[in-house]
């Protein structure tokens, strides 16, 4: 099978999807491939969040610790996830742990090389801000959505 | 109008408080036929009456099977109807889902909670056909893994090449290798093509609201979604009037409407 450049990838990716070469290019340029195992930790709460990845392959759970019972399990994502927007924002930490649920394929970005050409080019920043809002906005909704606990009411049936 | 006297010959518990009751007819009469979708007023004799789906298989004429959850005090009474038991049974009343317009259509089920009640009997009926059909996707969503229906049914489902199966519960412990997040996010996942699918909805009426945007957003017709309403019934034969939605009445035109029919009604906030 042919190998996909970074580039070629992530324009298939719904967050990426539709931008222009050049940007696409420039984001590449501070990616790299990586895989974790099931079950491996991929960010810890509270660490540096110099990383963030997009998944190719596989699902990844954000979980948050808690003192019995094991962590409590937030949110899986899947193919083609962004995982994390704490590179974007001091104090840069992450806010809750990620951990690969299945042998996961993603691409690695590295927050700080995009933060500085975001600095440099503010069209490439400007456009990288449109699709993470989005993607900070839907993951919002979803989670006003499972805040009010919608099946706890008397519905159907 | 008079219900009729069905007994109670098998009763499950299904979450912490939903309950399968099956039915047999207690008089000499037939043996009740019924179109997946419709629903019966369930009478627990000196309590009350409710609304209650079928949930078994359409292609079964026996026995009837109900999914109830626990909600009041009609439904606790039902609920804790044992084997021996006689309920009041009147119906089958509602309108259906299409299952006979399916063939050459990817179905895709989106259930919510105990809205997969309502939803079953399609689904078996569609599972039935599935040769006709371009696609069977179940998407289903709960509160949490211990609050699904039917969940040694579900484990047969995930293993069954003829069923795409993907569940979303909105809490989780770390056991769960089902998704975390609202099922709307499952249809985003989706490989679909808006042209040749229908979606039958049911749930609660904020999940059904924005699955059914979901599924516009993915290119979809409001005439090719379906979903299932639910409001306050008492006589079920439109003359109440405490169904009504609209122009319509829900024990009439409904359960069962499509999207297209009933939207402008859905973003009123007076109805």
Request: with cysteine.
């Amino acid at each position: 099978m042919p190998m996909r450049s970074i580039e070629q990838v992530l324009a298939e990716v719904e967050t990426f999807a539709g931008l222009e070469r050049r940007h696409l290019d420039r984001i590449a340029g501070c990616g790299h491939n990586c895989g974790f195992a099931a079950g491996e930790t991929i960010a810890r709460e509270g660490d540096r969040a110099d990383t963030f990845y997009v998944i190719r392959h596989g699902r990844v759970a954000l979980e948050t610790p808690a003192p019995a019972g094991g962590p409590l399990l937030i949110a899986t994502l899947g193919d083609g996830a962004v995982v994390g927007w704490s590179w974007l924002f001091p104090p840069y930490r992450w806010t809750f742990d990620a951990r690969a649920i299945e042998d996961t394929r993603a691409i690695a970005f590295d927050g700080a090389c995009l933060r500085g050409k975001c600095d440099s080019d503010h069209e490439l920043g400007y456009v990288l801000m449109q699709r993470f809002a989005e993607i900070i906005l839907d993951r919002l909704q979803a989670a006003r959505l499972q805040l009010l606990d919608v099946y706890g009411e008397p519905a159907a049936g | 109008m008079t219900p009729r006297p069905w007994r109670v010959t098998g009763r499950r518990r299904e979450t912490a408080d939903s309950w399968t009751l099956d039915l047999e007819p207690a008089d000499d009469g037939a043996p009740m036929s019924f179109l997946p979708g419709q629903f019966n007023m369930i009478y627990a004799f000196g309590i009350g009456e409710a609304p209650i789906s079928i949930s078994g298989d359409p292609g079964a004429d026996r026995p009837l099977v109900h999914t109830v959850r626990d909600v009041g005090a009609v439904s606790a009474a039902i609920c804790r109807a044992a084997p021996g038991e006689v309920l009041g049974v009147r119906g089958p009343y509602g309108s259906a889902w299409p299952v006979a317009a399916l063939g050459g259509r990817h179905v895709l089920i989106v259930a919510g909670g105990v809205g997969l009640a309502p939803l079953r009997p399609a689904l078996r009926a569609a599972l039935e056909r599935r040769r006709e059909l371009a696609g069977l996707t179940l998407l289903l969503g709960g509160r949490t893994p211990a609050d699904l229906l039917f969940r040694d049914e579900l484990e047969e489902l995930g293993a069954d090449p003829r069923l795409e199966l993907a569940i979303s519960v909105d809490s989780a412990g770390s056991g769960w290798r089902g998704h975390v997040g609202v099922v709307t996010t499952l249809i985003d996942d989706l490989d679909l093509d808006p042209a040749r699918a229908t979606a039958l909805l049911c749930g609660p009426e904020v999940m059904m609201r924005f699955a059914a945007q979901a599924l516009i957003g993915r290119g979809m017709d409001r005439g090719d979604i379906y979903l299932s309403m639910e409001r306050n019934m008492k006589c079920a034969v439109t003359q109440c009037g405490r169904c009504q939605l609209g122009p319509a009445f829900v024990c009439r035109e409904g359960a069962v409407m499509r999207y297209c029919d009933i939207e402008r009604v859905l973003g009123l906030r007076e109805v």
